[in-house]
């Protein structure tokens, strides 16, 4: 089984409807992120979160909430959709544990297409 | 500026040839380095970390740093097709940084 599952994997949606990404894993990660990634382009960090009861902006949080519910659940939610948050968004961990240089390795999950009509 | 750049590419290069990719950073506080290689469609997968200044090598691949002029590289030796795909540098300034930067990434088709 995936350690970093995302649901759904593919969305369709109107202008203005409310959706909810979300992610799951079972690495037993502190650390969880939320990325959009638009075509030609790396990845945007929209959010991410440190712990249960941390949570942080990235880069281009407008328009966009998060929960975590658990160690292990992240979601991510846009309120309003509108079409230029079509992209492939992306959840991904990174674990603390051990303090070397390669902490923030980044585990991604599957991916989820959004589009917005 | 950007706080991670590299050459959109895209890159070509024959079978068996060498590919190099370059990534240029601008935060002087970076100390972890990373690349990440996404098949079109897919998840990025880590391919290998830096953090101290010269050469680091796994298999096929090293990664080279020089932290003095703020650039990190990858050269893929004995290139395959299956390395055809797009190369993300990423960069954090270590421990408690929480979050790392990426680049656009650089394509990289390797031609039969």
């Known amino acids: 089984d995936a350690d970093v599952t995302q649901t759904p994997r593919n969305r369709i949606t109107k202008t203005g409807k409310r959706i909810m990404l979300e992610c799951s894993q079972t690495k037993g990660h502190d650390r969880m992120y939320w990325y959009r990634q638009d075509p030609g382009l790396g990845l945007r960090l929209i959010y991410y979160?440190?712990?249960?009861?941390?949570?942080n902006k990235g880069e281009i949080s407008d328009g966009y909430s998060v929960s975590r519910q658990a160690q292990a659940k992240f979601s991510l939610s846009l309120e309003s959709a509108i079409p230029n948050q079509t992209a492939l968004y992306f959840c991904a961990t990174s674990d603390l544990a051990g303090g070397g240089p390669s902490t923030d390795t980044q585990y991604f999950g599957p991916g989820t297409r959004l589009t917005v009509l | 500026q950007k706080e991670v750049e590299q050459n959109s590419g895209p890159l070509s290069v024959p079978e068996g040839a060498i590919a190099s990719l370059n990534c240029t950073y601008s935060d002087r506080g970076s100390q972890s380095f990373f690349w990440y290689r996404q098949y079109s469609g897919k998840s990025p997968e880590l391919i290998m970390f830096?953090?101290?200044?010269g050469d680091k090598e796994d298999g096929r691949f090293t990664a080279q740093l020089n932290k003095a002029s703020q650039y990190v590289s990858l050269l893929i030796r004995d290139s395959q097709p299956s390395d055809s795909a797009t190369y993300l540098c990423?960069?954090?300034?270590?421990?408690?940084?929480?979050?790392?930067?990426f680049g656009d990434g650089t394509t990289l088709t390797v031609k039969p």
């Open positions: 990423a960069v954090n300034r270590g421990l408690n940084a929480g979050k790392s930067t």
């Open positions: 979160s440190f712990d249960v009861k941390d949570i």
């Open positions: 830096i953090y101290s200044n």
